[in-house]
């Protein structure tokens, strides 16, 4: 069965300082590994897609990392607007549904001005 | 309008009421989905649609009822549901079969659901 764990649940971040989320995962056959950003009351929005270990992509203070077992998204001299729920999700390359995303229980930002 | 769009945004039931959810989407996707997200839980699969065919069925209570008239509109009929069922509902799409190896999804703001 494929799982998602994301740490930490929670994290306080002062407006500037620059930290990591983590995402562990065990699949059977990585399709896809996909980080969003939920903000409440919202649905989640997309973010970025890695496919293989060691590929990286970076969206404004955002840079996202894939090994074999985990991914970082790496956050660089956070803004209070960063402060959402960042969700971590794998796509399975094989059984029988090509679409199923599982997720992880997501990470509470929290940047203070 | 962009993107995929849900209504009704609020929805408050009681346990008798039969109500739908509306999920639109203008990506030409070929391929839709429910999820219900509760609090403290991951996002969990309901439903999955690809070409107007229902392709996944997550187990869920027959109290739900899904239906694809076309590659562009969702619905999730509600009939005696449960507390146990609120939560937000979210509809998502993708490429489908047509999107080859990227299958990224792309989600509504939801619908949240209370039953009283």
């Known amino acids: 069965e494929d799982q998602v764990t994301q740490s930490p649940e929670a994290l306080r971040l002062q407006e500037g300082e620059s930290s990591s989320l983590n995402c562990s995962y065990t699949?059977?056959?990585?399709?896809?590994l996909f980080w969003y950003r939920q903000d409440p009351g919202k649905g989640p929005e997309f973010l970025f897609t890695?496919?293989?270990a060691g590929e990286e992509k970076e969206k404004e203070r955002l840079k996202a990392t894939l090994t074999k077992k985990e991914s970082f998204l790496h956050i660089t001299a956070p803004k209070p607007e960063d402060s959402a729920t960042y969700l971590c999700a794998v796509q399975a390359r094989s059984g029988g549904s090509n679409y199923k995303l599982t997720f992880g229980k997501g990470t509470l930002l929290t940047v203070n001005p | 309008e962009t993107g995929v769009t849900q209504t009704p945004r609020h929805l408050v039931m009681g346990m008798t009421n039969k109500k739908s959810l509306k999920c639109e989407q203008h990506?030409?996707?070929?391929?839709m989905y429910w999820y219900k997200q509760s609090a403290k839980k991951p996002l969990e699969l309901m439903f999955v649609y690809s070409l107007e065919e229902r392709v996944e069925n997550n187990s869920v209570p027959s109290r739900f009822s899904p239906e694809c008239p076309n590659s562009s509109h969702l619905f999730l009929h509600l009939h005696t549901l449960q507390p146990e069922d609120s939560a937000l509902y979210l509809c998502?799409?993708?490429?489908?079969?047509?999107?080859?190896?990227?299958?990224?999804?792309?989600f509504g703001p939801g619908t949240r659901l209370l039953v009283l």
């Open positions: 890695l496919y293989s």
């Open positions: 990506l030409g996707h070929n391929a």
């Open positions: 998502a799409s993708s490429q489908g079969p047509s999107g080859g190896y990227q299958e990224t999804q792309y």
């Open positions: 699949v059977s056959g990585l399709r896809g």
